[in-house]
């Protein structure tokens, strides 16, 4: 964060911004929420698998610290509605607690579709 | 980061080495473009907080990518055409 600012500082000085767009840039860094990325994912990831006609065709990787903070992220925007009941946060929980294997499973017609943790 | 592309018409695979540190500082910039964009280039259904909180999003799943090491991030394979995203 200190980098912005001295970039900015120095866009400043350059005569590249003015001093009015340098505070809106430097009030845009400062109000970045600290994101707190912990390692509570203990090396897990989440695998998302797509079959076509029994051949794999779609694999995802995915280390399960990023999966929680695109799920905490995505809340946000996500009305409590469209969750239909599902409890996202137990769900995370639950895979912090050693919940491994497949989680989903999905089979239609000639598609099938696993999330498995590991 | 390493984005492998095969397709059928194709004899050889393309690839495409992205240093990390690029996407490290197009995501910087990002923020900073935004701050100066006339927002009418923007969309209209998302206000200035929702859009920054977006890009925050995207800073911080990338920052939790780096950390993870290398793996294959994706790993399309469909109708003779392959496509890989290999984080190394």
């Known amino acids: 964060m200190e980098n912005e600012k001295l970039q900015i500082l120095k866009m400043v000085q350059e005569g590249k911004i003015t001093p009015e767009e340098a505070a809106r840039l430097l009030q845009a860094v400062d109000s970045k929420p600290a994101v707190t990325t912990t390692s509570s994912g203990n090396g ?67 598609h099938k579709v696993e999330i498995i943790v590991e | 980061m390493l984005c492998i592309i095969k397709v059928p018409e194709l004899r050889r695979r393309i690839i495409l080495p992205i240093p990390l540190f690029l996407v490290d500082e197009i995501l910087d910039i990002g923020s900073v473009v935004f701050s100066l964009i006339n ?35 994706v790993d399309v394979n469909s109708g003779g055409a392959q496509v890989s995203i290999k984080v190394v």
Request: hydrophobic content about 45%; cysteine-free; charged content about 30%.
């Open chain 1, 44 to 110: 897990k990831w989440i695998r998302i698998r797509v079959q076509e006609h029994g051949r794999q065709i779609v694999n995802v990787n995915l280390p399960l610290s990023l999966v929680e903070v695109a799920i905490s992220m995505g809340l946000k925007f996500v009305p409590e509605e469209e969750l239909r009941g599902v409890d996202v946060n137990a769900l995370m929980e639950a895979i912090r607690q050693g919940v491994t294997g497949k989680i989903v499973e999905i089979d239609a017609d000639e």
């Open chain 2, 39 to 73: 927002r009418k280039y923007l969309p209209r259904e998302l206000n200035d907080k929702q859009i920054q909180g977006i890009l925050n999003a995207v800073r911080a799943a990338w920052r939790e990518i780096r950390r993870a090491g290398s793996f294959t991030l």
